[in-house]
């Protein structure tokens, strides 16, 4: 398996800080009780011989196709939400190469596991000559680019348990609510938001974190597909946009950002973009012929892949990774333009594991959707090779009285933690040699010393975290009761 990684480093300043022993609360990070993830360097001091390794998700099923009269070859911007055991699946039938009302409607499917799906005829527009369809939104602006969410908001009305927007740069966004999901009103007759692009998926949610609405949605930045984002606390009235910045890491054309909180964190945005990558052609010609590729929209001069993003709001976009996350594949036809998105929505199956999805073949008779699977937590890891390597956290703040790990280990490797003052000062009964080797593969193991002793003590008061590790991975910790 490939492993792309990134290494960081200890600034002056931070080094000064830790000799000094002046490191104090209002410096530390205050993750309290929070999982904390290592997709971003928010929690890193120093990496020495360890490195952050990015862990691709693997292809799994083919679960489902685009087979009726008003799906058709160019379905698109797709949602699944979880919802009271259910698997809700939104996304645009298009069966032709026109964005107009007679042609773009929004569909829906079920799913009880993700893998299994049923398309219900739900009566609701004649479409194409019956009501015997799955379309929950028809001859509405908005069905270029729907994009719904489950409102967990606490003050969100019944009537308005499920929210979206749609629609393109002019007129703008236009705000929707549906009670169950299935049937969709306006909000109002207006547009929401005005301020943007908005040509593909725009999505939203409402975040705890931040206790507000949060959309991120498309613009172009120096003539660059980028993303920009807008909050609002009654998904009416929007701030004006701020425009994510990826810091040093270059621009490239970001089509869809699907950025979305964790479910397990969700302080902590996660996006599976679309990186598209305008006249960089692969098929040759003849290849495109045997292929079927479409000529209606030209999609032969372009290719696309899917990038892991995040983010823990405001402006930044830290970039860590800048390879694919999912790479087009063996697969010809998803090496044209626009055949890779994937779907809004990363979904928890079963413990310890993850589902995502992605459409591919857009554009082709053949297209559908595709599961992938990954561990739980498993985007990046803390990668110790053989030899050994380490990591120093930041100072920080806790909650709880232990700490619980996701791991893995090789039957030679293992991990050890250290648990450190803000100074950097091993704890007595804490050091490295305290802690037995952990040795194995679990999402949720209790670390412990040799003295059984409780973190209690340390709670509320700076303190660092070491870790050793040996052909050993580290995806995410955890303090807890």
């Keep these: ?102 042609t773009e409607v929004t569909c829906y499917a079920e799913s009880k596991n993700g893998i299994n799906w049923e398309k219900p005829s739900l009566g609701l527009f004649n479409v194409r000559g019956t009501r015997a369809n799955n379309v929950v939104l028809a001859r509405h602006r908005a069905c270029h680019n729907f994009a719904p969410f489950l409102d ?85 009235h929007w701030t004006a946009p701020v425009n994510m910045e990826p810091g040093e890491n270059p621009l490239e054309h970001l089509y869809t950002s699907q950025i979305q909180p964790y479910t397990r964190t969700p302080h902590l945005y996660l996006g599976l973009s679309t990186r598209f990558m305008p006249g960089r052609r692969v098929l040759t010609e003849s290849q495109a012929k045997a292929a079927g590729t479409s000529t209606a929209f030209d999609f032969r001069n372009d290719c696309a892949d899917i990038v892991l993003t995040s983010t823990r709001g405001g402006g930044d976009f830290p970039r860590t990774f800048m390879e694919a996350f999912i790479r087009p594949g063996l697969d010809i036809r998803n090496w044209t ?67 619980v790990l996701n791991y893995s280990t090789s039957a030679a490797g293992s991990i050890r933690v250290e648990m450190q003052d803000g100074s950097g000062r091993a704890q007595p009964g804490f050091a490295l040699q305290d802690c037995p080797e952990i040795i194995g593969d679990e999402i949720d193991r209790t670390v412990v010393w040799k003295d059984g002793g409780s973190l209690a003590p340390w709670a509320g008061k700076p303190v660092r975290l070491r870790f050793h590790l040996k052909d050993a991975d580290l995806f995410a910790l955890q303090f807890t009761e």
């Design 337 to 403: 333009s626009r055949a890779n998105y994937a779907v809004h929505g990363i979904i928890p199956a079963g413990t310890n594991e993850l589902s995502i999805f992605v459409n591919h073949n857009l554009g082709y008779p053949t297209i559908h959707l595709r599961r992938y699977s990954l561990r739980m937590d498993g985007f990046v890891s803390v990668n110790g090779p053989y030899t050994g390597g380490e990591m120093i956290t930041k100072p920080l703040v806790f909650t709880g009285r232990k700490l």
């Design 152 to 236: 967990t908001n606490p003050q969100a009305a019944p009537a308005q348990r499920f929210k979206a927007l749609g629609g393109t740069g002019d007129p703008g966004l236009i705000a929707l609510v549906s009670p169950d999901g299935i049937h969709w009103t306006e909000l109002q007759k207006e547009p929401v938001f005005t301020q943007g692009a908005f040509d593909s998926q725009n999505v939203s949610f409402w975040s705890a974190a931040e206790g507000c609405y949060v959309c991120y949605f498309r613009i172009f930045k120096n003539g660059v597909r980028w993303i920009s984002r807008t909050t609002s606390h009654d998904f009416v």
């Design 1 to 102: 398996m490939r492993t792309p990684y990134f290494r960081i480093h200890a600034g002056l300043v931070g080094w000064l800080l830790l000799a000094q022993g002046m490191v104090g609360a209002s410096e530390a990070a205050r993750i309290d009780s929070r999982r904390e993830l290592f997709v971003d360097q928010f929690l890193i001091q120093q990496l020495a011989g360890a490195r952050l390794v990015l862990h691709p998700p693997q292809p799994q099923e083919k679960v489902l196709e685009f087979t009726e009269p008003w799906e058709g070859v160019y379905c698109a911007y797709f949602t699944i939400i979880q919802d009271d055991g259910k698997y809700r699946l939104y996304y645009r039938g298009m069966p032709e190469a026109r964005h107009d009302l007679d």
